[in-house]
Nanobody, 129 residues
Framework: QVQLMESGGGSVPPGGSLRLSCVASGVTSGSLCMGWFRQAPGKKREGFAS????????RYADSVKGRFSISQDKVANRVYLQINSLKPEDTAMYYCAAEDCVDQIQALAVISRGTFNYWGQGTQVTVSP
């Protein structure tokens, strides 16, 4: 069973930056699709960044393009999220997600549909003056 653990959240002022990290353990398949989701109080969970193959496939939601950057260390089964120019509306619980992806074709399907089966517990990001 794959387990995910996020770290790096915190409280920052508007315009600040954070780097979130997520490590996967218990991985038995060859490779993972990994992604970041967030959920603010009273709102639906939003998937906004996904990656496969250390960049062979990446996807960003329009709301974060240009400010967020996802990267992956395939060997270490880690995924990172660099968040710049933070806004108050970025305040949310940020979750790491993963799914076994055997090849790029499967990765494209998983990432486009957001069908991840493994989830972390989340790390809180708060943006306020």
């Amino acid at each position: 069973q794959v387990q995910l653990m996020e770290s790096g959240g915190g409280s920052v002022p508007p315009g600040g930056s954070l780097r979130l990290s997520c490590v996967a353990s218990g991985v038995t398949s060859g490779s993972l699709c990994m992604g970041w989701f967030r959920q603010a109080p009273g709102k639906k969970r939003e998937g906004f960044a996904s990656i496969y193959g250390a960049g062979d496939v990446t996807r960003y939601a329009d709301s974060v393009k240009g400010r967020f950057s996802i990267s992956q260390d395939k060997v270490a089964n880690r995924v990172y999220l660099q968040i710049n120019s933070l806004k108050p509306e970025d305040t949310a619980m940020y979750y790491c997600a993963a799914e076994d992806c055997v090849d790029q074709i499967q990765a494209l399907a998983v990432i486009s549909r957001g069908t991840f089966n493994y989830w972390g517990q989340g790390t809180q990001v708060t943006v306020s003056p």
